[in-house]
C-alpha cells in the first residue's frame, strides 16, 4: 500500500498557477529573521515592493525545543518576532497542521519560509529558492508599469 502521509514535497506548488493565481492579499508569508533560507525570501519580498501585497508573521529563533519555532505572545514579547496575524497559533507546527494534506499526520520538519494561500486555506509552498523564483515574477502585473520594482529581475 502507497505511503499517503505528507512529506516536505507536499507543498510544493506554483504562485501564480491556475490554482494558486496572484490576487491582492491573498497570501501571508510565514519566515524567521534568523533563517538565511527565509533570507532570500524576505530580499525578494522587499526588493521587489510586495509588503503591501504579502503580509508576513515571524516566528522567535529560539527556544525551539517544546514544540519547535514559536510565535510570541505579544508584538512586544520578543523583539523582531510578531504574533501569528492569521491564526494566532503559539507554534509553527500549528500552522503546517492546518493546510492538507498534513493536518495533524506531517511528520517532517516544520521550516521557514511557509507561504501560506489564505483563500483555499493551504501552504502553497515552504521551499525558500521556490518562493523567491515565484515572487520574483508572480506580482508584477500588480506592480505599477515602468516601476523599478516591476522591471527587476532577480532570479538569473
Not at 524567521?32 to 524576505?42: M, T
Not at 492546518?98 to 486555506?121: C, I
Not at 529558492?129 to 532577480?154: C, H, T, V, Y
Request: hydrophobic share 35%; net charge negative; charged share 25%.
Amino acid at each position: 500500500m502507497a505511503n499517503t502521509s505528507p512529506n516536505a514535497d507536499s507543498w510544493r506548488h506554483e504562485l501564480g498557477s491556475r490554482d494558486f493565481p496572484v490576487e491582492f492579499e491573498r497570501y501571508h508569508l510565514y519566515v524567521g529573521l534568523f533563517c538565511p533560507f527565509a533570507h532570500r525570501v524576505l530580499l525578494t519580498r522587499q526588493l521587489k515592493g510586495l509588503q503591501k501585497f504579502l503580509p508576513m508573521s515571524i516566528v522567535k529563533p529560539y527556544p525551539k525545543e517544546h514544540g519547535g519555532w514559536r510565535f510570541p505572545e505579544t508584538d512586544t514579547g520578543y523583539e523582531g518576532s510578531t504574533v501569528d496575524l492569521l491564526f494566532h497559533s503559539a507554534f509553527l507546527h500549528d500552522v503546517y497542521f492546518r493546510s492538507p494534506p498534513a493536518y495533524s499526520k506531517y511528520e517532517g520538519q516544520y521550516s521557514v519560509p511557509v507561504l501560506w494561500d489564505k483563500k483555499t486555506d493551504q501552504i502553497v509552498n515552504n521551499e525558500s529558492e521556490d518562493i523567491m523564483r515565484q515572487l520574483d515574477a508572480a506580482f508584477n502585473d500588480l506592480l505599477p508599469k515602468g516601476s523599478d520594482e516591476r522591471d527587476l529581475d532577480i532570479y538569473p
